[in-house]
């Protein structure tokens, strides 16, 4: 089944990944043009938590679609730091950002130093457990080693990524990946679901600290499944059922924010054509992903304050061919 499985990916997707390859960036003498992907937890196990305070995980990432646009340009010689605008005017735009501490990183790393001008286009909410900003950190050492002339292999730009953030390393994977350790050692998988599944994002205008989600995880309440068993049992599976979309990060996240607990809820038992297969949160929240579907169910088409103030996407799950950076494989998401 799973051999079918990627052989049907393969024969559909093929051709047009490629195609979606050639397109990947404008790229001239001094600038490039990049997709910047967010991602998905399919499931998250917290292992155990380390003598350092940090914690080990097992994870299934997966990257998606939802993502936003960042070009690139290299500043002329004399240049004493990089400058980065933001169409959000919320995030930071100096050291404190991880794309200027990608730039950084990379500099540190390699030769000659080059500084850089980012804007960055967001369409992805922060707070929200599906990686923006580490998308963002790593399409900007993707984009400054090939800016740069590549002078680090895609093996030591994983390597790199995980001195400034744990999911960064993810997005060097061929897309999707089981992690351990902080999330930093990242081993590739094929695609466990067909990439054509359809699925909703839905997130409430809240945020959610990943820190204090981690200091509210009770260890007693997690999951005793075994983290290589469910990723064999999901590709095994022609949908993701409910009952391998594990996330120890619900316990914490539900704590502190009971209002996402019934959110979730809600969807699950959402009717008016969206009939989905399984719901959870991804990372440490607060998006809930629903699978199965990108169908906007009746109750997120009131017309009430709360239910307007819902972010709510249709993503797909996305791979990158070797040697290349993601682009989406459906049509008007991302336009070069």
Same mark, same amino acid.
């Given at each position: 089944?799973?051999?079918?499985?990627?052989?049907?990916?393969?024969?559909?997707?093929?051709?047009?990944?490629?195609?979606?390859?050639?397109?990947?960036?404008?790229?001239?003498?001094?600038?490039?043009?990049?997709?910047?992907?967010?991602?998905?937890?399919?499931?998250?196990?917290?292992?155990?938590?380390?003598?350092?305070?940090?914690? @080990?995980?097992?994870?299934?990432?997966?990257?998606?679609?939802?993502?936003?646009?960042?070009?690139?340009?290299?500043?002329?010689?004399?240049?004493?730091?990089?400058?980065?605008?933001?169409?959000?005017?919320?995030?930071?735009?100096?050291?404190?950002?991880?794309?200027?501490?990608?730039?950084?990183?990379?500099?540190?790393?390699?030769?000659?130093?080059?500084?850089?001008?980012?804007?960055?286009?967001?369409?992805?909410?922060?707070?929200?457990?599906?990686?923006?900003?580490?998308?963002?950190?790593?399409?900007?050492?993707?984009?400054?080693?090939?800016?740069?002339?590549?002078?680090?292999?895609?093996?030591?730009?994983?390597?790199?990524?995980?001195?400034?953030?744990?999911?960064?390393?993810?997005?060097?994977?061929?897309?999707?990946?089981?992690?351990?350790?902080?999330?930093?050692?990242?081993?590739?998988?094929?695609?466990?679901?067909?990439?054509?599944?359809?699925?909703?994002?839905?997130?409430?205008?809240?945020?959610?600290?990943?820190?204090?989600?981690?200091?509210?995880?009770?260890?007693?309440?997690?999951?005793?499944?075994?983290?290589?068993?469910?990723?064999?049992?999901?590709?095994?599976?022609?949908?993701?059922?409910?009952?391998?979309?594990?996330?120890?990060?619900?316990?914490?996240?539900?704590?502190?924010?009971?209002?996402?607990?019934?959110?979730?809820?809600?969807?699950?038992?959402?009717?008016?054509?969206?009939?989905?297969?399984?719901?959870?949160?991804?990372?440490?929240?607060?998006?809930?992903?629903?699978?199965?579907?990108?169908?906007?169910? @009746?109750?997120?088409?009131?017309?009430?304050?709360?239910?307007?103030?819902?972010?709510?996407?249709?993503?797909?799950?996305?791979?990158?061919?070797?040697?290349?950076?993601?682009?989406?494989?459906?049509?008007?998401?991302?336009?070069?």
């Amino acid at each position: 089944q799973r051999g079918n499985r990627m052989a049907g990916q393969s024969a559909v997707g093929g051709a047009a990944r490629r195609r979606a390859a050639a397109r990947l960036a404008v790229l001239s003498n001094a600038g490039m043009r990049l997709f910047s992907p967010s991602k998905i937890n399919l499931f998250l196990r917290i292992v155990r938590r380390r003598e350092d305070g940090y914690h @080990d995980l097992a994870s299934l990432f997966h990257v998606i679609d939802l993502g936003d646009d960042m070009s690139f340009d290299i500043l002329p010689e004399g240049a004493t730091e990089d400058t980065l605008s933001c169409s959000d005017p919320t995030i930071p735009s100096d050291s404190s950002n991880l794309v200027i501490k990608a730039l950084n990183l990379f500099r540190s790393k390699t030769a000659p130093r080059r500084y850089f001008s980012v804007n960055l286009v967001k369409k992805v909410p922060h707070g929200a457990g599906l990686g923006g900003g580490s998308g963002n950190a790593a399409t900007t050492l993707w984009a400054a080693n090939e800016l740069s002339g590549r002078p680090a292999s895609n093996a030591q730009l994983l390597e790199w990524s995980g001195d400034i953030g744990s999911d960064i390393s993810v997005f060097f994977s061929n897309g999707a990946a089981y992690c351990t350790g902080r999330g930093e050692i990242v081993e590739n998988v094929a695609p466990p679901l067909p990439l054509s599944t359809p699925m909703l994002l839905v997130k409430p205008p809240v945020g959610l600290s990943t820190p204090q989600i981690f200091k509210s995880l009770d260890l007693g309440r997690r999951s005793a499944a075994e983290p290589r068993e469910l990723l064999a049992k999901l590709a095994s599976t022609p949908e993701m059922p409910q009952e391998l979309a594990v996330n120890d990060l619900e316990q914490p996240a539900f704590d502190n924010l009971p209002e996402l607990a019934k959110l979730k809820s809600d969807l699950q038992a959402a009717g008016g054509g969206a009939a989905f297969s399984a719901v959870f949160m991804t990372g440490s929240g607060s998006t809930i992903v629903c699978m199965g579907s990108d169908g906007v169910p @009746d109750m997120l088409k009131v017309d009430a304050p709360d239910v307007k103030a819902l972010f709510v996407s249709p993503a797909r799950l996305i791979v990158r061919e070797p040697g290349a950076w993601y682009v989406p494989s459906r049509p008007g998401v991302w336009n070069p």
